[in-house]
C-alpha cells in the first residue's frame, strides 16, 4: 500500500464526522472551531484538521499527498500552479471527511535561504522605573532593528528578507537573568532576542500557492518552531536539546537551553539527497525511488521495477549499504549545524522528527559524530504525542506528522499573518503576530527612531569646582501620526491596508545657561574678618583660568571654579569703601598692598578714607569689570600665595596684639568713617539711616549706613553660617534669588535657610 493511502480514510471514519458535524450544527455545543493545518514540504503535502479540548488536540482528519513532480526543491516552491494544485486536492479530500468547507488554513515557511540572528540589546532609563509591557514591547522592537541591520551588513545575497519571527532567549533587569522583568523597577533592562528572516519571494510562493487552491492564510510559523512546540515541551527546555527535522529537502535544527529556544538553523541536505542516489543507482523514476527508500525501513526485501519495466527483489541491506556514505555526509553536516548553534559545543540529547530521520542507520551516526550515547539521539514520535488523539483510524504517530501537528497548535499560541499596509506611500509587508503596532511599521520602513521621538536640543556638558554637570537641550515636537486620516500614536495597533503618515519630530532648542543661573554662583560664599567685623561675600567665578561676568553663557567643555579668595581691592569694592592707602593695610598680621589674596577667615584690618556712592559701584557689569581687571592685573609672588595660605591654614588665625593696635587717629578713622570733605552732621546723618526688612517672618531694623547690601542682613540678624555642613545657602528677597549685592529697602521680605542635602 502506497504510504499517502493509508492516511485516506474509510467510509467508518466518515460516518464519525458526520456525527460530529450534524451534533455542530444543530446543537452548538462544539464551541471551537476545526483548525486547518497545512505542512507544505519538498516531497509531500500533510493536510490536519481538528481542534483543541483542554490541554488536548483531537485530530479529525488528515490526508498525505505527495508532488507528482518536484515541483519544490529544498523547501522552495519552484513550480506555484502544481503545488497549488496539490494542495487543492488535499484540502477537497479533507472536506470530504468532515464534510464542511474549509477556507483558511495554518502554513509553515523553511528553505535553505532561511537565515536567523542572535544578538543583544539593552535600554536604560533615566532613573530607576517599573517596568511595563509597553517598555518590554520596545525592546523587543529595538532588537529586531539591531538584527535586521546586522543582517543587511552580512547579507550578501540577492533577497530582501523580512522578519518572520523572533524568540526572547533571555531577559536581563540590571544584568540578572529574569524568566519575566514585568513589574519589577530597574535601571536597564536587556535581552538576548534570535531573530528569523525569510526571503520575499518564499513567503509570496508559499501564499500564491495557498491562494489557487481557494485558501486563505490565518496563521503562519516556522517549520522549526512548529516542530519543537510538539516535540520538546516547556518542561524538557531547560536542558541543552537538539531538535532535527529531517525533511525531503532540509533538515531544519533548533536547540534548546536554561528554558529557552536559543538557536535556529537549517541545511539543505535531507531525504532527496538518498532519493536521487537511489534513482542513479536502481534506474528508476523519483517516485520508485522514494518507495524503494521508505520500504528500506521497513521490510527485509524490496521489489520494484526499473525503467526498463524489468522486476527486480533486492534485500533492504543493499539499500544502507548504498546509502551509507550519504547518510554519513548528512548526519555529519548536521552535527557541525548543531555544535554551530550550541556555542562550539556538543548537546545532552537530539530528538529526531520527520520521514528522513527515519532511513537506517540515521540516528546511530548522528549520536557518533556528536560524541553522544546512541540512547541519546532518538526518533520522536508517538511518545511526544501523548496528547494528541486521533479520531481517524489507522493513523500511526509517526515522526512525519509531528510538524504538521505542531502548525495547528501554534495557531493557538499566537495568531499571525502576513498583512499588508502603507507608510508615507511605500508599501510594507509585515509578519503579523496580532500584535502590530505603527512603531512595528516604522522600523520596517526604515523610519529612524529619532523621527518618531522628540529630539533634545543640543547639550552643554561643563564642570563646576571638578563636579561633572548638564544642562539639556530643550525636547522638540513628537512625530505627527495620523492612520486612515485620524490621529495616532506610535502604539496604536496597525491596522490590515491602512494608509499611515508619520510626519518626523522636531529638535528642540539647543541648552542655553550663563553663570548666574548657577547655583553654586548664589550659594557658595566666602567669609572674613574685616576691622573685627565678619564679611560675607559671593565667591568669584573663573571659567578656564579666567574671571569671567554673571552674565557669561556656558560653553561645551567649560571648566568652571568658584575662586577660592578676593583682593584686597575687591573687598574694598565689595563693601563700598575706600581704603587710606598711606596707612597700613594688615593681613594675617602682615603688612600687604591692595594686591593681596585675601582667602577664607582671613584677618583684615584698614583704615577707612570714606564710603563710596552706591550707584556708581554696585552695578553687577561694573563689579565684573572691576574683578577682571583686578584678575588680569594682579600678579602674586609664589612667596606671597604660600605665606597667604600658610597664615590662613585654620580658621581661628588672629593676629598677634602688638600688629592688631592701631593708632588713635586710625581708630577715630575706622570707627567713624567721614571723609575729609564731609561735616560730621553729615556723617552724622548717615550713620542714623536705617531700613526696616523682614527676615523669616522677624522685623529687622537695618542702621547705620546710607544704603544696604543684602550681605549686610548678616550683621544684624543671628544667622550661623558655621552650621553648613557642606550645605548651600537659600537666599531670597521677596520670594526671588537674591544676589548679595542686591540693595535693601523698606518692607523687603527676605528668607534665609540652609539647603536641604
Not at 519544490?72 to 479530500?93: A, C, F, L, P, Y
Not at 552580512?154 to 528578507?161: A, G, L, P, Q
Not at 556538543?346 to 548522528?366: C, D, N, P, Q, R
Amino acid at each position: 500500500m502506497d504510504f499517502a493511502d493509508n492516511w485516506n480514510g474509510s467510509g467508518n471514519y466518515k460516518e464519525k464526522v458526520s456525527e460530529r458535524t450534524l451534533q455542530m450544527n444543530e446543537t452548538q455545543t462544539f464551541e471551537q472551531p476545526y483548525v486547518f493545518g497545512l505542512d507544505i514540504g519538498t516531497r509531500n503535502v500533510v493536510g490536519t484538521v481538528g481542534y483543541k479540548e483542554g490541554n488536548e488536540f483531537i485530530v479529525v482528519a488528515q490526508y498525505v499527498m505527495q508532488h507528482e513532480t518536484r515541483a519544490m526543491i529544498d523547501g522552495q516552491i519552484h513550480d506555484i500552479g502544481r503545488v497549488g494544485s496539490v494542495i487543492r486536492t488535499v484540502k477537497e479530500e479533507l472536506e470530504k471527511q468532515i464534510e464542511c468547507p474549509l477556507t483558511e488554513v495554518c502554513i509553515a515557511a523553511a528553505g535553505r535561504v532561511l537565515k536567523t540572528v542572535t544578538t543583544n540589546v539593552e535600554y536604560e532609563y533615566p532613573e530607576e522605573t517599573v517596568v511595563t509591557k509597553e517598555d518590554i514591547h520596545t525592546l523587543d522592537l529595538l532588537g529586531i532593528e539591531k538584527a535586521q541591520s546586522l543582517l543587511k551588513e552580512k547579507n550578501d545575497t540577492r533577497y530582501k528578507f523580512y522578519c518572520v519571527g523572533y524568540s526572547v532567549v533571555k531577559y536581563y533587569l540590571n544584568e540578572e537573568v529574569y524568566s519575566n522583568i514585568e513589574g519589577h523597577k530597574a535601571e536597564v533592562i536587556s535581552e538576548d532576542i534570535i531573530v528569523t528572516f525569510l526571503p520575499e519571494d518564499v513567503v509570496d510562493g508559499l501564499y500564491s500557492a495557498v491562494a489557487q487552491a481557494g485558501l486563505e492564510v490565518a496563521n503562519m510559523t516556522l517549520e522549526p518552531i512548529a516542530a519543537i512546540d510538539v516535540a520538546i515541551p516547556e518542561s524538557f527546555r531547560m536542558l541543552n536539546i537538539a531538535l532535527v527535522d529531517v525533511g525531503a529537502g532540509t533538515s531544519d535544527i533548533s536547540v534548546t537551553k536554561d528554558g529557552s529556544i536559543i538557536a535556529y538553523g537549517m541545511i539543505p541536505l535531507a531525504g532527496d539527497e538518498l532519493t536521487e542516489l537511489i534513482v542513479q543507482h536502481y534506474l528508476v523514476d523519483f517516485q520508485t525511488a522514494e518507495r524503494i527508500k521508505l520500504a528500506s525501513t521497513t521490510g527485509e526485501m524490496i521489489t520494484y521495477k526499473d525503467i526498463m519495466m524489468i522486476e527486480h527483489s533486492i534485500p533492504a541491506k543493499e539499500v544502507w549499504e548504498l546509502i551509507e556514505p550519504v547518510t554519513d555526509k548528512m548526519t555529519t553536516a548536521v552535527a557541525e549545524k548543531i555544535k554551530e548553534l550550541n556555542g562550539g559545543q556538543t548537546v545532552s540529547a537530539t530528538f529526531v522528527v520527520g520521514g528522513g530521520g527515519k532511513i537506517h542507520g540515521y540516528t546511530e551516526m548522528l549520536a557518533d559524530k556528536l560524541g553522544l550515547p546512541q540512547e541519546r539521539v532518538a526518533l520522536r514520535g508517538e511518545e511526544v504525542l501523548q496528547e494528541v488523539t486521533f479520531e481517524q483510524p489507522d493513523i500511526e504517530k509517526d515522526p512525519l506528522i509531528v510538524t504538521p501537528i505542531g502548525i495547528c497548535l501554534n495557531y493557538y499560541d499566537q495568531k499571525n499573518s502576513f498583512i499588508m499596509v502603507h507608510l508615507n506611500g511605500e508599501r510594507i509587508k509585515m509578519y503579523d503576530n496580532n500584535k502590530l503596532l505603527i512603531m512595528d511599521a516604522a522600523l520596517q520602513a526604515g523610519v529612524a527612531n529619532e523621527d518618531l521621538f522628540p529630539k533634545r536640543g543640543k547639550e552643554v556638558n561643563y564642570t563646576v569646582n571638578g563636579v561633572a554637570k548638564v544642562e539639556r537641550g530643550l525636547p522638540g515636537e513628537s512625530a505627527v501620526i495620523t492612520m486612515n486620516g485620524k490621529p495616532a500614536g506610535i502604539n496604536t495597533k496597525l491596522e490590515p491596508n491602512s494608509e499611515i503618515e508619520i510626519c518626523p519630530s522636531t529638535a528642540g532648542a539647543d541648552a542655553m545657561i550663563t553663570i548666574e543661573q548657577l547655583e553654586e554662583y548664589h550659594t557658595s560664599t566666602i567669609t572674613f574678618i574685616v576691622n573685627g567685623r565678619k564679611i560675607v561675600c559671593p565667591r568669584f567665578v573663573e571659567v578656564n583660568g579666567k574671571l569671567e561676568p554673571a552674565s557669561y553663557l556656558i560653553k561645551e567643555g567649560d571648566e568652571i571654579e568658584t575662586r577660592a579668595y578676593y583682593t584686597v581691592e575687591q573687598i574694598a569694592e565689595f563693601m563700598d569703601v575706600e581704603i587710606d592707602t598711606e596707612k597700613e593695610i594688615i593681613v594675617n598680621n602682615r603688612v600687604v598692598d591692595l594686591n593681596y589674596f585675601v582667602y577664607e577667615n582671613f584677618n583684615i584690618e584698614w583704615t577707612i578714607l570714606s564710603f563710596r556712592t552706591h550707584e556708581s559701584d554696585t552695578t553687577e557689569e561694573k563689579t565684573a569689570e572691576s574683578m577682571e581687571e583686578a584678575a588680569d592685573t594682579t600678579e602674586v609672588s609664589e612667596e606671597n600665595v604660600s605665606d597667604s595660605e600658610a597664615a590662613g591654614e585654620t580658621e581661628d588665625s588672629t593676629p598677634v596684639d602688638d600688629a592688631s593696635v592701631t593708632t588713635d587717629e586710625e581708630t577715630q578713622t575706622a570707627e567713624e568713617s567721614p571723609a575729609d570733605n564731609e561735616t560730621s552732621e553729615e556723617a552724622k546723618e548717615k550713620e542714623t539711616h536705617s531700613v526696616e526688612v523682614i527676615i523669616n517672618g522677624t522685623p529687622v531694623t537695618l542702621t547705620g549706613r546710607e544704603s544696604y547690601m543684602f550681605v549686610d542682613l548678616f550683621e544684624f540678624y543671628e544667622f550661623d553660617l558655621s552650621a553648613s555642613a557642606g550645605r548651600a545657602i537659600i537666599t531670597k528677597l521677596n520670594g526671588q534669588n537674591a544676589q548679595y549685592t542686591a540693595e535693601l529697602k523698606d518692607g523687603d521680605v527676605i528668607e534665609l535657610a540652609w539647603k536641604e542635602k
